[in-house]
């Protein structure tokens, strides 16, 4: 099943994607109200609500406003070799909040105060079940499915400091969907690329993480309760543009497109803030 957060006129609806259609499910203002509610697979599964066409769509971030999204730095070895570093014994862990997302074919905010704009693309995990201390097996039942991510970084400001949150959660930045896609479509391992103005950049399965996405859902639950629609970002893998020669970052007008085979793709075009 494909989970989306569609706009209209009245304001969001989740929505379920049937083929080219898309089905409203009543009741439910995005897919991130949709997993407050422990039926929400039946719930969806049965929704027959107004439909509108797919291509056209104006989607939101899958999910609007997570009540954390949690991302892990280091879980690609290609990335960590390039960027001079050593394969971590436990996972690097940073934040994000829902101000920095926008929806899958929306404008990516540019700021004026960053000349280095770089390009992360990520498997995103959405919680759908509430847990502490979850054991890695039986992480698979906590995790709702799975989406596409950009964690767009401010290189200048990520490096300022040891502490990277003033360089990854800028307002705008993080395109996020444009579906959740359930478990019994999706299984990590699929090619994730990204690209700038049609040249790819990454191109790495998203089976080659470091830390699973199993691993991490009992990892951080062992820190903190993960809640239905939580997010965690599990990490980019090489081609980034900080650690090319010479370095790239995102430019005006640039369209900025992420893909994971059996997920989607988020396409958006880079635009100067005001």
């Known amino acids: 099943m494909k989970l989306l957060t569609l706009r209209t ?3 969001t609806t989740a929505v379920r994607q049937d083929g080219d259609t898309l089905t409203e499910i009543p009741g439910f203002a995005d897919v991130g109200a949709l997993l407050q509610d422990p039926a929400w697979e039946t719930t969806a599964a049965a929704a027959n609500g107004a439909t ?8 939101a971030a899958v999910v609007p406003s997570p009540g954390k999204i949690i991302c892990v730095g280091h879980n690609y070895r290609n990335h960590i070799k390039e960027m ?4 971590p014994a436990h996972p690097t862990l940073f934040a994000k909040y829902a101000e920095s997302l926008i929806g899958p074919n929306d404008d990516l905010a540019l700021p004026q105060e960053s000349d280095a704009v770089d390009w992360e693309a990520e498997l995103a995990v959405v ?12 992480a698979k039942d906590h995790i709702a499915g799975y989406s596409v991510l950009n964690d767009v970084s ?10 990277w949150l ?13 579906a959740l896609v359930t478990q019994d479509e999706f299984t990590p391992g699929p090619l994730m690329t990204s690209a700038v103005d049609g040249e790819v ?8 993480l470091v830390f699973t996405p199993e691993f991490l859902v009992s990892y951080i639950s062992t820190i903190i309760t993960l809640n239905p629609g939580d997010v965690i970002a599990t990490g980019t893998p090489g081609g980034v543009g900080h650690a090319q020669d010479p370095k790239r970052y995102l430019q005006e ?14 396409s958006n075009r880079v635009v100067k803030e005001a």
């Open 127 to 138: 919680i759908g079940k509430k847990g502490r201390r979850i054991s890695e097996a039986d």
């Open 201 to 208: 950049q990454q191109s790495t399965p998203t089976g080659d």
């Open 52 to 59: 509108h066409p797919l291509d056209g769509a104006d989607l």
């Open 9 to 11: 006129a009245e304001g």
């Open 84 to 87: 001079g570093r050593e394969v």
């Open 166 to 178: 003033q360089g990854k959660t800028w307002e705008k930045s993080t395109p996020f969907g444009p």
């Open 154 to 163: 401010m290189r200048d400001y990520q490096f300022r400091t040891i502490q």
């Open 253 to 266: 007008g640039q369209i900025l497109v992420t893909t994971i085979e059996g997920l989607g793709q988020l």
